[in-house]
Structures are given as C-alpha cells and as structure tokens.
C-alpha cells in the first residue's frame, strides 16, 4: 500500500479533552449528550441535568459567553462550581491578517503548541468560514501547498467548533441581550476545505458540526455546511447519515494516470470506486447536488478532451463544477492555466448542462487562497524539484 494513501485515522493522536491532572475539562466541543455527563459526573443532579445543558448551551453558543460568572440565569454557588470544574477555552489567535479583498487567515496555536490556519471570506451576501480538520495533512496532493506539510494530528472536536467562535469573536457577531433580533450572519457558510483531509477525522468532524448545526447554538442549516473530501470511499456513505451536510470532492482530473499524482488516494479508491460511492450520497444526505472540485493546472489537465471526459464521468450525478484557477505558492511545480484555456473548458461543461462558476481567487497576498494553507511554523520551502519528484512529474 503507498504510504501516502494508507488509513491514518488508528494512528493519528488526537488530544484528549480533559487537561492534565488537576486541569479542568473544556466544555467547547462537548456534544448535548458528553455535556450531561459532564456536570452529572461534577455533582449536578440528574434530574437538572438536560435544564443546565440547555442553559450552558446558549450561553456558549447563542451568547458567545466566556466567563461563567456571565450565566446570570445559574445560581452562584452553581456557577462557582462550573468555574472549578470547566473551561471555556478557544484556540489561540496568534496572527491575524487581512487582505486587500477583506479576507481574513488567522493562524491558531492549539494544544501541544501546534497551529492551524482558518480563513473567512466576506462576499456580497453571505460570509464563508474556512476551518481545518487536521494539523497538517497525510494526502500529499502535489499541487497543494498544505500536503507539503505532514500530519501532525487530528483536531479535537472543540478546536474545530473553536474556529468558528474564534471568528465570531473577532467579527463581532454575537447577540446583545435585550437588543432587537437580528437575522444578518456574518458567519453565513462554514466549508471544510482548510488543512486535512475532513473525513480521516470523522468522528471529531461529525460531533464538531453537531453543535455547528443545533438549532439553540449556531444555528447554521445543513445546507451551509460543506465537506470537502479528497474521496475517502468508506467514509462517504457514513458522512451522509451522520452529518447530512453538502459534500464538495477534490477531483482534478479525469484519467486514473493524472488523479494517482494529483491526488495520491486514488491509487487506493480509484475514479470509479469514488464516483460510484458519490452517486449515492444525494439520496442519503438528501442533498440537492455534488460540488466537483477541479483546480486548473496548465497543460496538466486543461484540456478540450478533458472537460468533455469530466461531464461524461459525472453524467448522471447532480452536481456543480467549481473551476479553480490554480493559487501558485512558492516551489510549486505547476502554473495556473491561461484565462482563455479556464474559459474554454467552462464552456464545455456549462454547454453539458452544468453549472461551472469559475472561482475568483481570494486572499493570495496573505496565502489564504485555495491550496495555499500551512502553519507558520512549517513554512521552511522544499524544492521546486523536491516536490515534483514526490508527486512523480
């Protein structure tokens, strides 16, 4: 089996939620049902146990609330017990950038000292929030900047719902009490398109995206949540009936012999396997279409004759195509494709009778764009060559 397509989620460490002995447990990232145990296992009685869930609730996910002493619907003795027992700890903003286009890349130190970086990308009627699933990423897809950074671990399901406070926090999004309803998200759209690869950490994704969803929290449908998935087969089935949401697929190529150095995991599922698992999901998810992702790479896979075998492979299947100029990085072995080129292939597709929105790069200036992702502490470049020796060019 290669080494860069072999399962990783028996081996990957994902830190526990409880701290050190004496620390304190961090009720960000609990589920409703973890959350009861937690107090009862602190001395809640169990007949209170489902009211002080709800209550904490809110105030964590509606409020936007930090400090226990806040809860002023909890008693004060009971708040005092809260304070010595949990945290409500958020990954760390270590940096926080701005491009000239409003996009903003923070750069997020979590436990263990490790970062991440999350992006949120403000457009005209709605807000996108780029998080991470992983501290690097094992797939080492060779136009992708962040699979030249291996796999640390996986993130916990708070440090994956921490990036979506984080930017909350810093957009200034949550409700004044007392104040009138408003329905204007600024945070519209969460997509899992960050670091790593979203469904080798399923079970932290599916929990994180739970409370993502709940409707007495974040309130974000299902229909505003995207996972991306470079097409880890097995797992595709099980992310529509445990999460529900949209599904976006990593394709960029159509010929088994292009997608194998591309997108190394499909030396395991190939093209076939991978459309066959994905002409289920709909059904499954009760979802109205299949994003196809396909990052435009000059004289690689641009072609006429490959935007007509694309809509041949997918025919059949509800879905978009998303046409992804390629975002360059420094020791890329790859050039983005001539404008006229993207225009041609988009053509084809939309002509095959569907849609090809042509995605306008967002943040390049502060390598926040598609691809571009990896931890600042990981920016030491390889090669141009070294890296296209990897990915066999």
Same mark, same amino acid.
């Given at each position: 089996?290669?080494?860069?397509?072999?399962?990783?989620?028996?081996?990957?460490?994902?830190?526990?939620?409880?701290?050190?002995?004496?620390?304190?447990?961090?009720?960000?990232?609990?589920? $409703?049902?973890?959350?009861?145990?937690?107090?009862?296992?602190?001395?809640?009685?169990?007949?209170?146990?489902?009211?002080?869930?709800?209550?904490?609730?809110?105030?964590?996910?509606?409020?936007?609330?930090?400090?226990?002493?806040?809860?002023?619907?909890?008693?004060?003795?009971?708040?005092?017990?809260?304070?010595?027992?949990?945290?409500?700890?958020?990954? /760390?903003?270590?940096?926080?950038?701005?491009?000239?286009?409003?996009?903003?890349?923070?750069?997020?130190?979590?436990?263990?000292?490790?970062?991440?970086?999350?992006?949120?990308?403000?457009? /005209?009627?709605?807000?996108?929030? #780029?998080?991470?699933?992983?501290?690097?990423?094992?797939?080492? #897809?060779?136009?992708?900047?962040?699979?030249?950074?291996?796999?640390?671990?996986?993130?916990?399901?708070? &440090?994956?719902?921490?990036?979506?406070?984080?930017?909350?926090?810093?957009?200034?999004?949550?409700?004044?009490?007392?104040?009138?309803?408003?329905?204007?998200?600024?945070?519209?759209?969460?997509?899992?398109?960050?670091?790593?690869?979203?469904?080798?950490?399923?079970?932290?994704?599916?929990?994180?995206?739970?409370?993502?969803?709940?409707? /007495?929290?974040?309130?974000?449908?299902?229909? $505003?949540?995207?996972?991306?998935?470079?097409?880890?087969?097995?797992?595709?089935?099980?992310?529509?009936?445990?999460?529900?949401?949209?599904?976006?697929?990593?394709?960029?190529?159509?010929?088994?012999?292009? $997608?194998?150095?591309?997108?190394?995991?499909?030396?395991?599922?190939?093209?076939?396997?991978?459309?066959?698992?994905?002409?289920?999901?709909?059904?499954?998810?009760?979802?109205?279409?299949?994003?196809? /992702?396909?990052?435009?790479?000059?004289?690689?896979?641009?072609?006429?004759?490959?935007?007509?075998?694309?809509?041949?492979?997918?025919?059949?299947?509800?879905?978009?195509?998303?046409?992804?100029?390629?975002?360059?990085?420094?020791?890329?072995?790859?050039? $983005?494709?001539?404008?006229?080129?993207? &225009?041609?292939?988009?053509?084809?597709?939309?002509?095959?009778?569907?849609?090809?929105?042509?995605?306008?790069?967002?943040?390049?200036?502060?390598?926040?764009?598609?691809?571009?992702?990896?931890?600042?502490?990981?920016?030491?470049?390889?090669?141009?060559?070294?890296?296209?020796? &990897?990915?066999?060019?």
């Amino acid at each position: 089996m290669n080494e860069a397509t072999a399962p990783v989620t028996q081996d990957v460490v994902t830190i526990p939620r409880k701290l050190p002995e004496g620390g304190r447990v961090n009720l960000v990232g609990l589920t $409703r049902d973890q959350l009861r145990d937690a107090l009862i296992a602190a001395g809640t009685p169990e007949k209170q146990a489902k009211m002080r869930v709800g209550q904490i609730w809110q105030w964590i996910y509606h409020w936007g609330v930090r400090d226990f002493a806040g809860m002023t619907n909890l008693a004060k003795d009971y708040r005092a017990l809260l304070a010595d027992r949990f945290e409500i700890a958020l990954p /760390e903003v270590v940096t926080r950038q701005v491009s000239a286009d409003g996009t903003r890349k923070y750069l997020l130190r979590i436990a263990g000292g490790h970062e991440v970086e999350t992006v949120y990308i403000p457009e /005209e009627n709605r807000g996108t929030l #780029c998080i991470s699933s992983q501290v690097g990423c094992t797939l080492t #897809c060779s136009f992708c900047h962040t699979g030249t950074q291996k796999l640390v671990r996986n993130l916990t399901a708070g &440090e994956i719902v921490g990036q979506v406070l984080v930017a909350r926090d810093d957009l200034g999004e949550w409700p004044e009490q007392g104040a009138p309803k408003n329905e204007t998200r600024l945070v519209s759209n969460v997509v899992l398109m960050g670091m790593g690869e979203p469904l080798y950490n399923f079970e932290n994704v599916r929990d994180a995206m739970k409370i993502v969803m709940d409707g /007495e929290g974040l309130t974000l449908s299902r229909r $505003r949540i995207t996972l991306s998935t470079s097409g880890v087969v097995p797992e595709i089935a099980r992310a529509a009936e445990e999460i529900g949401c949209l599904l976006a697929v990593s394709f960029h190529a159509t010929t088994d012999e292009v $997608r194998d150095k591309l997108v190394p995991i499909n030396k395991r599922w190939n093209i076939k396997a991978l459309l066959d698992a994905l002409r289920e999901y709909p059904r499954l998810s009760n979802s109205e279409r299949i994003t196809f /992702e396909y990052v435009m790479l000059k004289g690689v896979n641009d072609s006429d004759e490959d935007a007509r075998r694309l809509v041949k492979l997918i025919r059949g299947i509800p879905a978009k195509i998303n046409l992804i100029p390629f975002n360059e990085w420094p020791g890329s072995p790859y050039e $983005r494709s001539d404008w006229e080129r993207i &225009e041609a292939f988009a053509d084809i597709v939309y002509k095959a009778g569907y849609a090809s929105p042509i995605r306008t790069p967002r943040g390049e200036d502060i390598m926040a764009a598609c691809g571009q992702l990896k931890s600042a502490t990981e920016r030491a470049r390889k090669s141009r060559a070294e890296i296209a020796a &990897e990915a066999g060019l």
